[in-house]
């Protein structure tokens, strides 16, 4: 059984605002700032705003950008990457919105690296056919957008609440009605309590921490996709978690937060060998070790089960000392720090659980199916990504549709009508709290049986296992309590959903069923009613 609620105790304390934004990744700063026109923003986040994902990421930011590209084109290699399930009008959406919304970043201070020229310089990554990545500080791109991000929304007077876990959605006459939190730290709003507001922006990020090894930061708890389950909102593709093929190698037992080495690391020519120095994309698919990342990941394994080696190696040694220096100053660093010397030695790598690309279903608008309640960045599935995120599509993803949140918000709240104040909201009651100690767990299990490589019979296992922790609940409320219960309800999902696809589709790769197959050519769409979880095939 998959527990879907949590203990929510009464809150302390009660702040009233239009919106609130959960999350102050990309997603969610830009929602905050563009939405102010809608009304009233509160931003809530669960620890400093800087401490998400998006400030980890390297490689950059895909858009059409140079005059030789297109949005047309940026679209095939999108389509392409999500092995036949993306959604095309939200890729349409995505690419065409992309450029005039990178240049909304610049005007709000982000500093894209230059061509000698003073135009954008643009690198490439796997599954582009061209050069398409926007980067700054050569390989620290999620730090410089945060940074002029978060610059923009001091400027803006925008109230934040840092250091608060949201629990719960308040739900009103059906609508989302605001959110249950819990606060450390902030004086007066410390402990439970709750914000009413007339719209819910999820932009809480992804799920990574469900696995033992990822690049995901602590905080990567599937907060928010597991407060929309149990509010009963629609989710979809939850299976398609997708492993990035080269993250440094720090031993069989490494766990949290992994080193990663972006994929602009061979864009800029680095390629993969085996232990012996044998190169094995070549020859595996046409763009060799710029291959979509799910087939690099594949063959990585591959070669891994072949040879016997924990891990294969990325070679940059090409590259030099000065490319290493000024375009991949945070990634050499990092390889310092674990003694690896990258202008002189290959890097060893595996893959680790890197993006969810499902999540909260939402609609063009970034409507979820709870009225009032919308979601954007990792959190949600637009239908961009179907089975496997083209490299750097996250950041531009979590642009475009908070920027679509926040466009479409004052007609949904009938802006200029009297704010309906917000009602308290019906406060899931019944205990399924799990003990902090269930989070170790479930990451090992899901390491063991639901990472890059799948069967049946180990996702029967994972699902026995998860079944069995959902009766370690406990009685005392905490961070690490409602964390660990996030990510049991969020790994119980994935692993339903990967044992109902019988079939090998993009990031989804079951060794009893290797090839992909038409019937399964469309996506699982889980909600709960009630206690009971329906899940439904709906056909690309
Ligand atoms: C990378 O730099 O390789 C990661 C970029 C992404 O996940 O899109």
């Known amino acids: 059984m998959i527990p879907h609620r949590l203990m929510a105790p009464a809150p302390g304390w ?5 919106i609130v934004v959960v999350g102050s990744g990309i997603a969610g700063l830009v929602a905050a700032l563009r939405a102010r026109t809608a009304g009233r923003v509160l931003l809530v986040t669960k620890a400093l705003l ?12 895909a858009a059409a950008l140079h005059p030789d590209d297109s949005p047309e084109d940026h ?10 399930i993306c959604d095309a009008d939200a890729v349409r959406a995505l690419v065409t919105e992309g450029p005039e919304a990178v240049r909304g970043l610049i005007s709000l201070g982000t500093e894209f690296d230059r061509n000698g020229d003073g135009g954008i ?23 410089e957008i945060s940074r002029a991000l978060l610059a923009a929304t001091k400027d803006a007077g ?8 949201v629990l719960d959605l308040l739900i009103a006459d059906g609508r989302a009605a605001g959110v ?16 009413r507001a007339r719209a819910v922006i999820l932009a809480t990020g992804g799920l990574g921490q469900v696995f033992q090894a990822t690049t995901n930061p602590e905080v990567s708890t599937g907060d928010g996709l597991a407060l929309a389950l149990r509010a009963g909102a629609a989710v979809a593709d939850l299976e398609f978690v997708q492993f990035h093929p080269t993250v440094m190698w720090l031993g069989p037992d490494a766990k949290g937060r992994q080193p990663l080495i972006s994929e602009a690391v061979r864009g800029e020519g680095a390629f993969l060998v085996d232990a012996a120095g044998e190169r094995f994309m070549a020859g595996r698919h046409p763009l060799a070790d710029l291959a979509p990342r799910d087939i690099v990941a594949k063959q990585i394994m591959t070669r891994m089960r072949a040879t016997g080696e924990p891990c294969v190696y990325l070679d940059g040694r090409n590259l030099g000392p000065r490319i290493w220096a000024q375009r991949f100053p945070t990634i050499l660093a990092a390889c310092e720090r674990h003694g690896v010397d990258p202008v002189n030695e290959p890097i060893p790598v595996v893959p680790a659980a890197h993006y969810a690309s499902g999540g909260v279903r939402t609609d063009l608008r970034g409507r979820t199916s709870v009225p009032g309640l919308y979601a954007c960045g990792e959190v949600a599935c637009t239908g961009v990504h179907g089975a496997n995120r083209l490299a750097s599509n996250s950041l531009l993803e979590g642009l475009v549709f908070a920027q679509r949140i926040a466009e479409t918000l004052p007609a949904d709240l009938g802006v200029g009508a009297p704010a309906k104040a917000g009602a308290d909201g019906a406060l899931t009651s019944r205990s399924a709290l799990l003990e902090p100690a269930v989070r170790g767990e479930v990451q090992r299990l899901m390491a063991a049986y639901a990472g890059v490589l799948r069967s049946g019979a180990g996702l029967e296992r994972a699902a026995g296992e998860l079944a069995a922790l959902a009766g370690r609940t406990t009685d005392r409320p905490c961070t690490e309590a409602w964390e660990a219960t996030n990510l049991h309800s969020v790994a119980s999902l994935i692993v339903d959903a990967a044992r109902r696809r019988e079939e090998t589709r993009g990031s989804h790769w079951r060794e009893d069923f290797p090839d992909d197959a038409d019937a399964w050519r469309g996506h699982l769409v889980s909600a709960f ?12």
Do not use: C, K, N, Y
């Not at 925008?158 to 876990?165: D, G």
């Open 529 to 540: 009613t009630g206690e009971a979880l329906t899940t439904t095939f709906e056909p690309a």
């Open 121 to 143: 310089a643009l690198t490439r990554e796997g599954g582009h056919l061209t050069h398409r990545i926007a980067h700054a500080g050569g390989d620290a791109t999620g730090a």
């Open 14 to 18: 009660t702040l009233d605002a239009d």
């Open 50 to 61: 800087d401490d998400g994902s998006t400030r980890w990421a390297q490689g950059g930011i």
């Open 75 to 84: 679209l095939r290699d999108t389509l392409t990457a999500g092995v036949g």
């Open 180 to 195: 249950t939190l819990h606060v450390m730290g902030e004086g007066q709003r410390d402990g439970v309590g709750s914000v």
């Open 158 to 165: 925008i109230e934040v609440i840092e250091h608060a876990l």
